[in-house]
Nanobody
Framework: QVQLVESGGGLVQPGGSLNLSCAAS????????MGWYRQAPGKEREYVAH???????NYADSMKGRFTISRDNAKNMVYLQMNNLKPEDTAVYLC????????WGQGTQVTVSS
């Protein structure tokens, strides 16, 4: 069993920045993939980014150049640095990890508004 605890969400103005964190605990041996999805009200869950244990990253097209995903394997944490935020980035951001099965965090709210 893996537990995920997210933090860092909040309310920011357009153009602002947030750094999301996700800490994994429990049966966290040899976690391969850590990443983020997001979900806005009335919309499907949308892929954001992921990072594998070797450090290779991938981003959805709309996030490229604005978001940066990173991980700290010693601390079992994954981060999402979000820059130049836009109102359409408003969503619940969900952390996930793959450790012989898929685990989800509870989500953290990001609101971008003037």
């Amino acid at each position: 069993q893996v537990q995920l605890v997210e933090s860092g969400g909040g309310l920011v103005q357009p153009g602002g920045s947030l750094n999301l964190s996700c800490a994994a605990s429990g049966s966290i041996f040899d976690i391969n993939v850590m990443g983020w999805y997001r979900q806005a009200p009335g919309k499907e869950r949308e892929y954001v980014a992921h990072i594998i244990s070797g450090g290779r990253t991938n981003y959805a097209d709309s996030m490229k150049g604005r978001f940066t995903i990173s991980r700290d394997n010693a601390k079992n944490m994954v981060y999402l640095q979000m820059n130049n935020l836009k109102p359409e980035d408003t969503a619940v951001y969900l952390c996930y990890v793959v450790n012989n099965r898929l685990y989800w965090g509870q989500g953290t709210q990001v609101t971008v508004s003037s």
